[in-house]
């Protein structure tokens, strides 16, 4: 395996970039998931590294990392006011991006392969994961990971808000054998999981216009979920789109660390054995504007108790043709 190779340089311009905003295409439908007009992971003639330390404020972009097995994060992210910017990020043994630092900017990365133990025998290996704090991942695709494909925070010990746009986070059986794992095994765990310090302010997480699928048996864990959302963390999801997966969305009240909030807006689920999985008595769960689509034999499900009060209402709105949400994505409000 080549040596690691650190990277360490700074643009003068970075400061600014990664404080941009992003916007939707002013004319034409803006579709879920990654738009048409940004290009997503690296250009064909990108340097290809092992890993990528930054240790210094940046925009990291027009990259290969090529983990060739390795174990660790093959992105590390130690200095805040950094993007990682098209970018590829393949073939590990752990996770593609692990962030440690804020505020970071990820965008247009394509992140896969990120495969840890066999199919039988499950170990965690993220896309993305790390430190909550000030991060926004955008317009990104992230895919067979043994893990999840994004998770906040695998250790409990940090606060802040994760903001989710533009992104395709999904699974499926493997196209051909990969590491331990054999082709049409399906790894994985769940699209996005969140884990927070239970004395702690309550965590922020934002996931808007994303879809979200795959997530289906036969897979590395029971109840997989395109969503896993629990413990101290207020969560807002909308303009989210969910498909074949067992659960489009788990969310998980009070436990001994605490329970989620969840709101859901104006989302969509298709070909999803539970549509939501309401657990442990939620103590706070608002949902309004969800359509469904074939194939969710049960709209929603609690598990250990209903919460307290009114229960949420989960609509029979029918959703439109897959396809055609996918690619024109939800009406703008009056």
Known sequence: ?????????????ALSAWLVPHFACAQGPKPVGPDLIRPIGAPANA?????LEITRPGVYENLVIDG?????????????NVTPR?????????NGVGVVASPVRIENCRIHHMLAGTFRDQHDAHGITGRW???????????YTSGDSIQFDPDRASAGKVVIEDCRLWTGPLPADAAGFKAGERPGENGVDTKTRADGPR???????????????PAQIDNCAALNIKENVDALVTHCVFNDSEIALRLRGPGSRGGAHVTVV????????????????IEQLRISGLALGGGVPRKIQFAGGKPAGEAPLVGDTAAPDLETLLRDGFAKPR
């Open 1 to 13: 395996m080549k040596s690691a190779i650190l990277f360490r340089f700074f643009r003068a311009a």
């Open 47 to 51: 340097q290809v590294v092992n890993r």
């Open 68 to 80: 060739d097995g390795a174990r660790g994060n093959l992105v590390k992210i130690t200095a805040p």
């Open 86 to 94: 098209n970018c590829e990020i393949r073939n590990g043994a752990g």
């Open 133 to 143: 704090g000030d991060v926004v991942i955008r317009n990104c695709d992230i895919s």
């Open 203 to 217: 965590c922020q997480l934002e996931v808007r216009n994303c879809y979200v699928h795959g997530w289906n048996q």
């Open 266 to 281: 104006d989302c969509a689920i298709y070909e999803c054995g539970t549509g939501i999985r309401a657990e442990d008595m």
